[in-house]
């Protein structure tokens, strides 16, 4: 009896060695979680670009403040399927099939669409998101990006109107232009310049710097090296 009491005893501090050891590492593992997701969530409130994390059943849950400020959502309002109001509604269905064809097959997303705030506001954004898996290779989450491309559109568009007014001036006056591409090497003409010489631009084909140098006459050859810093 006393032998069998001194072997419960022993087994007895073995596991409670073994339950306080464990509890060590759940503390500490604890610990080290809520220290990376601190620093998770300070790198993200720091970001210029909206950040998100999705679960494995495709429920948002979380969503950083630049995100919230681009989709136009509270916290509350961005998490679960809620991220998907915004989504404009003639974007919404296949913004959903793409995510819902990348996330099946462990890809990564990466699409452009727009963004309807509540307010009315229209944004266009670009979205990516890659799986997170455990160390099982079990996907966990999908961790994403959002950026906001109103702005550099809005540039873009008005260049395009402005190229567009300046060819049109040009066109009106009858100017012959040419763009020389000094890193490449190509040169752009308009079918006015290339009539000027008694071409058309389909006789021409892609033009060089080369044959601007062919073209000239010799006497004027250096003069135009020296114009043009060659």
Not at 43 to 71: E, K, M
Not at 78 to 107: C, F, I, K, M, N
Not at 145 to 159: N, R
Not at 166 to 185: F, H, K, M, P, Y
């Amino acid at each position: 009896l006393l032998a069998t009491a001194a072997v419960q005893a022993l087994e007895g501090r073995r596991a409670l060695r073994t339950e306080r050891a464990l509890h060590g590492v759940a503390v500490r593992t604890a610990a080290a979680l809520a220290g990376s997701e601190a620093r998770f969530r300070s790198l993200s409130d720091a970001s210029p670009l909206g950040v998100f994390a999705v679960d494995a059943q495709g429920a948002c849950t979380y969503t950083n403040g630049r995100w919230q400020a681009i989709h136009g959502l509270t916290e509350a309002q961005s998490l679960q399927e809620g991220w998907t109001s915004t989504v404009h509604p003639l974007d919404r269905a296949a913004v959903l099939a793409e995510w819902q064809r990348v996330t099946t097959q462990g890809h990564e997303f990466d699409m452009a669409f727009r963004v309807l705030q509540p307010d009315g506001t229209l944004r266009t954004v670009r979205t990516r998101a890659r799986r997170n898996d455990d160390a099982d290779g079990v996907m966990v989450s999908y961790v994403g990006s959002v950026e906001d491309l109103t702005a550099q559109l809005g540039v873009e568009q008005a260049l395009e109107v402005e190229r567009a007014r300046l060819a049109s001036i040009i066109d009106s006056i009858g100017a012959g232009t040419w763009e020389w591409n000094v890193q490449t090497g190509e040169v752009r003409v308009n079918a006015r310049w290339a009539a000027i010489l008694g071409w058309t631009l389909a006789d021409l084909g892609p033009v060089n710097n080369q044959f601007r140098v062919d073209i000239a006459h010799p006497q004027e050859l250096d003069r135009n090296r020296q114009l043009l810093r060659l």
